[in-house]
């Protein structure tokens, strides 16, 4: 007689043979008598999850450190190849409690972050996580991304006439003198800067979070 042979899918599976080979989720066949008709094949794959949490690296030392909080609409992307060779092109944005996820045809895969201007990567190194290879069910939790703002250290030269430690109305300010920043940055980078003082003798420094002593030259 004439069959039609499928598979019952329970939740949270897919199928990727027959239906990737023939275009059908099913075979049909006819029998005569006597007929074996083998290698009527089923495979078949449940999707991976790939998650994570943004959070802003108030000290940009990489590390998601206690009180530090998390971020929430910020756009996480996923850009690759499934495994049957098509090319996928997904983003999502963090809820509000940071997190994000994405559930995938098992495949090949770079995760990375949208970066608005102004701010910077600390974690993971490199801005992105290259190329991971996620098989079927597999879950790949803290994935997380840590970012940081520049911190502002500013100020004012003047020529203190009275030495009384304030700026008094009538003191004028001084250009052209130098300013030091010296320190250690959050991820444990040794910075030495310099700058001078404006026409207004104002100076500023955009800085990585730190700790720094700042000087002047005398």
Sequence with gaps: GSYIITEELPTGWYQSF??????????????????????NDFGNYQKATKS????????ADGMWDPG?????????YVDGTDGAGNTVDL????????????????GTYTISEELPTGW????????????????SGGNYPNNN?????????????????NADGVKDANEPVIS????????????GNTVDLEMVTDSNGEYEFKLVPGTYTITEEL
């Design 176 to 187: 052209g003198w130098t300013i030091y920043v010296d320190g250690t940055d959050g991820a």
């Design 91 to 106: 983003e999502t944005t963090t809820d509000s409690n940071g997190f994000y996820s994405f559930d995938l045809v098992p």
């Design 145 to 161: 991304f840590g970012n940081y703002r520049k911190a502002t250290k500013s100020g004012i030269k003047w020529h203190d006439l």
């Design 120 to 135: 910077f990567v600390s974690s993971p190194a490199g801005g992105e996580f290259v190329d991971e290879v996620f098989t």
């Design 18 to 39: 027959p239906v990737l080979s023939t275009g059908k989720t099913y075979y049909t066949e006819t029998f005569v008598s006597d007929d074996v008709s083998d290698e």
């Design 68 to 76: 530090e909080p998390v971020i929430p609409g910020w756009t996480i």
């Design 52 to 59: 994570g949490y943004k959070w802003e690296d108030m000290d």
